[in-house]
């Protein structure tokens, strides 16, 4: 059972900057494809970013495009999100997921993800 853990989160102001982290607890899952999904108050959960197994491709939802920034490292087993720019719609709570899917892709739709973390509190004030 591979569990990820993420770290980061916090209390920002509008339009400071926070970098979360997510380190898989198995070294079998570093090349793993992830992503990254938030749940507001009240709303369902959504997709944020994702990436496939070496970094050569990335996808982003449309509110975050140029202000966040997914990556990897998987010498250290642990995917980033770098989050500037924030906005109060940002404030969520952070969940980091892993799918045995195919390296090659990434994966946007939460069904396609097979493992997930407890998620981290980001909260931007205005």
């Known amino acids: 059972q591979v569990q990820l853990v993420e770290s980061g989160g916090g209390l920002v102001q509008a339009g400071g900057s926070l970098r979360l982290s997510c380190a898989a607890s198995?070294?079998?899952?570093?090349?793993?494809?992830k992503g990254w999904f938030r749940q507001a108050p009240g709303k369902e959960r959504e997709f944020v970013a994702a990436?496939?197994?070496?970094?050569?491709?990335?996808y982003y939802r449309d509110s975050v495009k140029g202000r966040f920034t997914i990556s990897r490292d998987n010498a250290k087993n642990t995917v980033y999100l770098q989050m500037n720019s924030l906005k109060p719609e940002d404030t969520a709570v952070y969940y980091c997921?892993?799918?045995?899917?195919?390296?090659?892709?990434?994966?946007?739709?939460?069904?396609?993800?097979?493992?997930w973390g407890q998620g981290t509190q980001v909260t931007v004030s205005s």
């Open positions: 198995r070294r079998a899952f570093s090349t793993y494809p």
């Open positions: 997921a892993a799918t045995s899917g195919s390296g090659t892709y990434y994966y946007y739709t939460e069904d396609e993800y097979d493992y």
């Open positions: 990436i496939n197994w070496n970094g050569a491709h990335t």
